[in-house]
Nanobody, 116 residues
Framework: QVQLVESGGGLVQAGGSLRLSCVASGRTFSSMSYMGWFRQARGKEREMVATINTRGAINYADSVRGRFTISRDNTKNTVYLQMNSLKPEDTAVYYC?????????WGQGTQVTVSS
């Protein structure tokens, strides 16, 4: 099983920035369908934020496109999420996701709180 460890969450004011990191171990990036970030706010369903697949194709949720950037460093087995122009509605627990057969893996989550 792939172990995913997130870091970089915290408390920021609206308009600020954070950079999340996810370090993967136990499996190479090339053996996974995609790596990405999901988030879950209190009382809401978990939603996709951004993904990047083996070929480098990237998907963003409409709500974050233009503000967030996902990237990867294969030599460090690390996926990043640069979050700019943060809004209070971005407040959530952010989870790193590694997708692979049959179940994939989830990180433990890192809290992002954006104050108004």
């Amino acid at each position: 099983q792939v172990q995913l460890v997130e870091s970089g969450g915290g408390l920021v004011q609206a308009g600020g920035s954070l950079r999340l990191s996810c370090v993967a171990s136990g499996r190479t990036f090339s053996s996974m369908s995609y790596m990405g970030w999901f988030r879950q706010a209190r009382g809401k369903e978990r939603e996709m934020v951004a993904t990047i697949n083996t070929r480098g194709a990237i998907n963003y949720a409409d709500s974050v496109r233009g503000r967030f950037t996902i990237s990867r460093d294969n030599t460090k087995n690390t996926v990043y999420l640069q979050m700019n122009s943060l809004k209070p509605e971005d407040t959530a627990v952010y989870y790193c996701r590694a997708a692979y057969f049959p179940t994939g893996s989830w990180g433990q989550g890192t809290q992002v709180t954006v104050s108004s």
